[in-house]
């Protein structure tokens, strides 16, 4: 089979055929087919080669890279979801099998529900029987490789880190010239991994691939745990508050998350993966868990710094590529969410000036805000907080006279607070930490109270 001839429908089986990793180059290689097609080849490179890896950490480096070439998968089984899955050059238990068929039918759940598609007894990763070895402890000393993306929360986690004068690297995967300016004006050292698609991937999806969103922080997260194991350190560190794990309630369908693996079920299985077989002293966890996105609003809100700088818009990287020129687009579930949970931490005039223009003070924004609020839709396809954190800051704002004559602050007094029949929360009791995290102890035991405080 070759490009030309790829056929979604005449895929039988989906094979993990080799990867592979030179650490005189840093180059890594992870390569897939379809059937007996043509070699599908990813290549993520890390940046400082060459590396010098021992016997313990090239053995810890090895069970990392298998585990990121079953994750990154993910890209290239779904342009057939096929019945069939193949693991060419080695084996896998049946607690990594369990492993990667949750991350595959939980991380393909918009993907399917979008293109009518049924997962659930479809993805069977083969397994060997027995146990992996218990993973060893390498030594890997205390460094945190922080994933950012541009955002509120990545700048959040920074600077919390700072703060409590915990060693990091600011890292992220692939080439966006935004991250990049955001990373710089941290002042921190910093980290871009490079990840090249396999160019058929693109070929196949112009003649009828599946396609849809996949869970990129899996891929992303397994991709810095391979890195934390090739540089010899010990924490990769996310940015994922608690309403990453509550999904869209479909009607008919039931709960799809779109950010499945910024979950908390994602990070535990992961994250005891990884200490299971990979390396005993290796901690991934997201600093944020505990906090709701409110809670992550009113940390940002204390400094200005990065004002000029972030950007949580995803249609700013899909529309503008490497070459930003407007941080905020205006229109999308995002820019209306951090709009609204940034107003009642953040004067107005500053907030105004950040994204341009009032949000809230146009009534062509309307159905976006009703879909965040779930008020006669669902939550939207994006990383956004609860319905419950926007009814409860839309609620605030339209008790303060600054925002309460704003179009879609009335309209939600006038319209929408009567008919919620009184569930409408306040803020205070949403900012209250959660207990759920991987957060090692002793950092939590130092940021509980920052984080409690607002500081």
């Not at 979950?263 to 002293?281: K, S, T």
């Not at 839309?394 to 029949?421: C, G, H, S, T, Y």
């Not at 995290?437 to 409690?452: I, S, T, Y």
């Amino acid at each position: 089979m070759s490009a030309v001839e790829f056929s979604r429908d005449g895929v039988s089986t989906f094979r993990f055929v080799r990867c592979g990793f030179d650490p005189a180059t840093g180059l890594a290689e992870l390569v897939y087919a379809f059937d007996d097609g043509p070699e599908l080849i990813e290549k993520v490179t890390l940046p400082g080669a060459p590396f010098a890896l021992d016997g313990g950490r090239a053995a810890a480096a090895e069970q990392a890279l298998r585990l990121l070439h079953l994750i990154a998968g993910v890209s290239y089984y779904k342009a057939a979801v096929p019945g069939e899955i193949r693991i060419d050059t080695y084996a896998i238990d049946a607690a990594t099998a369990a492993l990667m068929d949750e991350v595959y039918l939980h991380g393909l759940g918009e993907f399917a529900y979008r293109n009518g598609l049924d997962l659930h007894g479809r993805i069977r990763f083969p397994h060997a029987d027995g146990q992996t070895p218990a993973a060893p402890t390498l030594g890997l000393r205390r460094h945190a490789l922080v994933a950012i993306g541009g955002g509120k929360d990545s700048l959040v986690s920074i600077e919390a880190l700072r703060a409590l004068d915990v060693e990091q690297t600011v890292s992220w995967i692939g080439g966006s010239q935004l991250i990049r300016a955001c990373a710089a004006h941290t002042g921190l050292d910093t980290l871009n991994i490079g990840r090249q698609l396999a160019p058929e991937l693109f070929e196949y999806n112009r003649m009828g691939a599946w396609n849809g969103h996949i869970p990129v922080t899996a891929i992303n997260s397994a991709i810095l745990a391979f890195a934390a194991v090739v540089l010899g350190v010990d924490q990769v560190v996310f940015s994922n508050e608690r309403s990453a794990s509550y999904g869209s309630l479909i009607e008919g369908t039931g709960e799809v998350n779109h950010q499945w693996s910024k979950g908390w079920a994602f990070e535990r299985a992961f994250g005891a993966h990884l200490q299971a077989n990979v390396a005993a002293d290796l901690h991934y966890y997201s600093l944020l868990r505990p906090l709701s996105e409110l809670a992550v609003a009113r940390q940002f809100a204390q400094s200005s710094r990065y004002d000029a700088h972030f950007s949580s818009c995803n249609r700013n990287f899909h529309l503008l590529g490497e070459r930003p020129v407007n941080r905020w687009c205006g229109v999308c579930p995002k820019c209306h969410f951090v709009f609204l949970a940034l107003a009642p931490f953040m004067p107005k005039p500053r907030l105004v000036a950040i994204f341009g223009r009032n949000l809230l003070d146009d009534e062509e924004q309307i159905p976006g805000y009703d879909a965040l609020m779930e008020f006669r839709d669902h939550k939207p396809f994006e990383c956004v907080g609860e319905a419950r954190e926007s009814r409860a800051a839309m609620a605030a704002l339209a008790a303060r006279p600054e925002w309460r004559e704003d179009a879609v602050v009335k309209r939600f007094a006038r319209v929408i607070a009567p008919q919620l029949q009184g569930d409408v929360p306040a803020i205070a009791p949403l900012l209250v930490p959660a207990t759920e995290h991987r957060v090692p102890a002793p950092l939590w035991e130092q940021l509980r109270e920052r984080f409690a405080a607002g500081d």
